[in-house]
């Protein structure tokens, strides 16, 4: 393995969603996001909503949209446990921004029948599939 | 001595229900393949998950006390939650037969113990359903398509049991995929949680904490729970269908012993009925001379 690269592995409860090597990666933990380099200090650390950037050894940028879970950094290695996790080549772009549209339009209405709470998970998690399909096409 | 159109008719329906296992047969093996897969596929998921938890866990380096946290807590054991996995059907060998006497078995070893069982698949639940075990949940239907979800909801009521004190202990039991030709009987304990052993150099790294690690644990062992709970529903679905290519394949081989049988008979019928004719014509005719 090269010594400029870095392994990231991705899994969801029911399978592999990546094991590829890259320059850098870029993830959103919950105290928000966190730059990692190879050769970074090990570190343990909760994952939150949002879009996961790497750059790949041929330089190109690729982009996930994660969603909760955990996350070990060793200097060689960045392994992530999340509950869902998208490529952004599978992400389906029309429904998640009916899906944004959605929550918006429910946190707006404010009314004391919707879960606060759920929705602005929802809405993190559009946004989060978003940003991630967006700065792939771009 | 059955007749003729008796044997006719017997051989018939011997062939169609040979069609039936033959086809079963096939269908659990395209079935098995898939199960097999989903076995495969949840693996690196819970091996990181074991290999945080073991990191987390190993974090004490003597200097301050051991993480703790309600779900590793073990406490005297008076209640205990037995989770039973079976299939959603029969035509299956001892499949289920094999998890029900388990079950029994377990209980009966812990007669002062108050056991409760939570089931899953249409044949536990027929099954237990007519004694007089207390159930504490059931869940049919959830074999066809193991989700995670399923595995989720069904955990963190166990949780929830486990964390109410209303079970100290809780164990699942379920069939293990080990070789098509081979099912093994498991019990494994979901809770308190069996943290494992994490192997390998990167064992005892210090690591950098951006979570505190209590709450990075209270957040990984539930979903511990849930995955050790996954994938023995997986593990049981893939014996599931092993189990009933086995034994379709034996009634099929069965089948085909019978029409040998049967069309062996049937010949010999028509030839002493042809041969008694030809008797009856012949002493005809000699009479007549």
Not at chain 1, 37 to 62: I, N
Request: with cysteine; glycine share 6%; charged share 25%.
């Amino acid at each position: 393995m090269p010594e400029n690269t870095i392994r990231i592995e991705i899994a969801v409860p029911d399978r592999q969603v990546l094991d590829a090597e890259a320059l850098s990666v870029q993830l959103p933990l919950t105290t928000g996001y966190l730059g990692v380099l190879p050769g970074h200090a090990p570190m343990l650390g909760a994952v939150g909503t949002g879009e996961l950037t790497y750059c790949d050894p041929g330089g190109v940028e690729r982009h996930l949209a994660l969603d909760g879970g955990a996350v070990e950094i060793l200097p060689d290695r960045v392994r992530i446990l999340a509950s869902r996790a998208e490529r952004d080549e599978d992400i389906d772009l029309d429904r998640a921004r009916k899906a944004l549209e959605r929550a918006d339009h429910r946190l707006q209405l404010g009314s004391l029948e919707i879960d606060v709470d759920r929705a602005q998970k929802a809405l993190a998690r559009a946004r989060a599939r978003i940003a991630a399909a967006h700065t792939a096409s771009s | 001595m059955p007749s003729l159109i008796d044997l006719r008719r017997r051989i018939g329906s011997v062939k169609n229900t040979q069609q039936i296992t033959k086809a079963m047969k096939m269908v659990s093996a395209a079935k098995l393949r898939r199960a097999q897969q989903a076995v495969v596929h949840a693996r690196p998921y819970s091996r990181l998950l074991n290999d945080m938890i073991g990191s987390v866990l190993a974090h004490g380096d003597g200097t301050e006390p051991a993480i703790s946290h309600p779900l590793l807590e073990r406490r005297e054991t008076r209640s205990i939650q037995l989770l039973v996995l079976a299939g959603e059907k029969g035509l299956c060998g001892s499949f289920n037969s094999s998890v029900f006497k388990a079950a029994t078995r377990f209980l009966e070893e812990r007669p002062e113990r108050d056991v409760h069982l939570a089931l899953l698949g249409r044949k536990a639940v027929e099954f237990f359903g007519r004694r007089d075990t207390k159930v504490s949940g059931t869940w049919e239907q959830v074999f066809a398509h193991v989700e995670y979800a399923t595995a989720q909801t069904i955990a963190q009521e166990s949780v929830a049991h486990f964390r109410a004190g209303e079970a100290d202990e809780v164990w699942v039991l379920f069939n293990l995929f080990r070789t098509v030709l081979k099912q093994e009987i498991t019990l494994e304990r979901l809770l308190p949680v069996l943290p494992a052993e994490r192997g390998g150099p990167d064992a005892n790294v210090g690591y950098d904490y951006e979570e505190p690690p209590e709450r990075l644990l209270g957040a990984l062992l539930p979903k511990r729970v849930e995955t050790q709970l996954y994938v023995a529903m997986l593990e049981s679905a893939a014996a599931e269908h092993a189990a009933r290519m086995t034994a379709m394949d034996s009634a099929t081989r069965n089948a085909g012993e019978v029409l040998e049988k049967l069309t062996l008979h049937l010949n010999r019928v028509r030839q002493a009925s042809i041969t008694t004719e030809i008797i009856e014509i012949v002493s005809g005719a000699t009479a007549l001379e």
